[in-house]
């Protein structure tokens, strides 16, 4: 993984990240996670019956790849 493990601790997340965890992980409104991250098909996301859930990897592979 990345710098962000150095920053945070994960073990007080799930495997899975509900849209307000993985706004949380990521120190970003859920609102703006709503305008700027959802709407990315390159973002890997799981359905859980109609709920979307992340993962931290997914995250931060995203960030990156955005941020290059």
Request: without cysteine.
């Amino acid at each position: 993984m990345s710098n962000i493990d150095n920053t945070k601790n994960l073990k007080e997340y799930p495997y899975l990240l509900t849209r307000e965890q993985a706004s949380r992980f990521l120190g970003i409104d859920p609102k703006s996670f709503d305008k700027y991250m959802r709407p990315h098909e390159e973002l890997e996301r799981f359905m859980i019956g109609r709920q979307e859930r992340y993962t931290i990897n997914s995250l931060i592979k995203f960030i990156e790849k955005q941020s290059v």
